[in-house]
């Protein structure tokens, strides 16, 4: 018999293969193709007893493996691990750019998969540990004893029911903070009242639009952040790293919250609405309303705004191509609208002319392209409305098209993070038992 027709039996996990020496050397250089070499046989792979080769792998992969030698086309199906494949390949020296169309897409997109909920798995851990850190030394002092039970208290709301009634009263004086912050803005707190400014030789009247700060809702906003400051002073100084602490974003919205009512009440409550510090004071108190990020961050529901997040960061290049994009339809639009109403402008109703500069242009075309379309702003000319056509046009296909992506995209990472989150519970689960 020659050699090319001698049959070679594999014995891979338990399961017999075999074949000829000539379907081994299909591929030289290959690891299959050694074992059709003569030296071969003198290797430990080789059992001289049983006349057999045999390999603790997996015989499902090797059985690809096989076929690929035999038709030099790479299949696979999907009943096997992904992951396990890639391995069994890179084992038997084939690489995996030799799958065939139609199974590399599956293990393209299995992969991918992979990927992503190793992501999740991990920004789920960060989110989880937040700014818990173990660490080697043992301390005794009464800050370690009650350390983990008062930090539990603030950053896991349902660990416990006492957590739950800390969230709670947390999430009640923010609403509380939030409302006297709206009811401070109506109408009847602020008066028109004249003041006598010297004017040379005289007085000249000015009126002036006065803000009048009530005492009552002063001290009720003095009550919630009494509560804010003891809540980021218990945090802080129970938080395992005080290092992680300072770079959270939230925990400086916590600080920056303190600020407002101690700077009014060292200004003495005279805080006038003309007066820039009333309009500083105003935008300083918006933190009350990020402060409700906090709180919904340490609920359990959030799952759906990490999963957001997560979408937003497997798209970020995406949607940096996609401003780009806007901003190019923007001030091209800007630029052609410009000159297309000053083509056929008339000089005598100049007064009519919307469009002043590029500037007001490239607002028009912003609220255009977003198809808002407030009205404020648009051509008068017919040259003008063509292109005002077109660029709703565009802007219909440059962010309605892409939406149905991020919709894709996001029940996509949803399943990952349901899948997730159900394992999560059932390894817990069986932890219990």
């Given at each position: 018999m020659e050699a090319s027709n001698r049959r070679v039996v594999i014995n891979v996990g338990g399961v017999r293969f075999e074949t000829y020496t000539s379907t081994l050397q299909t591929f030289p250089a290959t690891k299959l193709a050694n074992l059709a070499e003569s030296m071969a046989f003198g290797t430990g792979d080789y059992d001289s007893q049983r006349n057999e080769f045999f390999f603790d792998r997996n015989p499902v992969v090797f059985g690809y493996v096989l076929d690929y030698y035999r038709t030099k086309r790479l299949h696979c199906s999907d009943d096997v691990c992904k992951s396990v494949l890639i391995e069994e390949l890179h084992f038997w020296e084939v690489d995996t750019t030799q799958l065939a169309h139609c199974c590399w897409l599956k293990v393209n997109n299995k992969m991918g998969d992979l990927e992503d909920l190793g992501m999740w798995d991990e920004m789920a851990?960060?989110?989880?540990?937040?700014?818990?850190?173990?660490?080697?030394?043992?301390?005794?002092?009464?800050?370690?004893?009650?350390?983990?039970?008062?930090?539990?208290?603030?950053?896991?709301?349902?660990?416990?029911?006492?957590?739950?009634?800390?969230?709670?009263?947390?999430?009640?004086?923010?609403?509380?903070?939030?409302?006297?912050?709206?009811?401070?803005?109506?109408?009847?707190?602020?008066?028109?009242?004249?003041?006598?400014?010297?004017?040379?030789?005289?007085?000249?009247?000015?009126?002036?639009?006065?803000?009048?700060?009530?005492?009552?809702?002063?001290?009720?906003?003095?009550?919630?952040?009494?509560?804010?400051?003891?809540?980021?002073?218990?945090?802080?100084f129970f938080c395992p790293d005080?290092?992680?602490?300072?770079?959270?974003?939230?925990?400086?919205?916590?600080?920056?919250?303190?600020?407002?009512?101690?700077?009014?009440?060292?200004?003495?409550?005279?805080?006038?609405?003309?007066?820039?510090?009333?309009?500083?004071?105003?935008?300083?108190?918006?933190?009350?309303?990020?402060?409700?990020?906090?709180?919904?961050?340490?609920?359990?529901?959030?799952?759906?705004?990490?999963?957001?997040?997560?979408?937003?960061?497997?798209?970020?290049?995406?949607?940096?191509?996609?401003?780009?994009?806007?901003?190019?339809?923007?001030?091209?639009?800007?630029?052609?609208?410009?000159?297309?109403?000053?083509?056929?402008?008339?000089?005598?109703n100049h007064k009519d002319f919307y469009f002043e500069d590029i500037y007001s242009c490239c607002w028009w075309a912003i609220i255009t392209l977003t198809t808002v379309g407030y009205g404020d702003v648009h051509p008068t000319t017919t040259f003008g409305k063509i292109v005002s056509g077109v660029t709703a046009i565009s802007g219909i296909m440059t962010i309605v098209i892409p939406i149905p992506i991020l919709m894709i995209k996001f029940q996509h990472y949803y399943s990952i993070a349901l899948a997730s989150e159900k394992l999560k519970l059932h390894r817990h689960n069986q932890q219990k038992l």
């Open positions: 851990h960060n989110d989880q540990q937040q700014l818990l850190v173990q660490t080697d030394r043992v301390d005794y002092s009464w800050r370690a004893r009650w350390q983990p039970k008062i930090w539990g208290l603030f950053e896991m709301p349902f660990s416990s029911l006492t957590s739950m009634c800390v969230t709670a009263v947390s999430l009640i004086f923010t609403i509380a903070a939030i409302v006297i912050f709206f009811e401070e803005t109506k109408q009847h707190f602020a008066f028109v009242a004249n003041h006598t400014q010297p004017y040379y030789h005289g007085y000249v009247f000015l009126y002036e639009l006065d803000y009048q700060k009530v005492s009552y809702l002063l001290y009720l906003e003095l009550v919630c952040v009494f509560w804010f400051l003891f809540e980021f002073c218990t945090r802080f005080k290092k992680k602490f300072t770079k959270n974003l939230l925990n400086w919205v916590d600080f920056i919250s303190l600020l407002p009512v101690f700077v009014e009440l060292l200004a003495k409550g005279e805080v006038r609405r003309v007066d820039y510090l009333w309009k500083i004071l105003g935008f300083v108190r918006t933190v009350y309303i990020l402060k409700l990020i906090r709180i919904i961050m340490h609920i359990e529901g959030s799952l759906i705004l990490r999963v957001l997040s997560g979408t937003l960061r497997a798209i970020l290049r995406e949607i940096f191509i996609l401003l780009l994009v806007l901003a190019f339809e923007t001030l091209f639009y800007a630029a052609l609208v410009f000159y297309a109403e000053w083509s056929e402008i008339d000089t005598h």
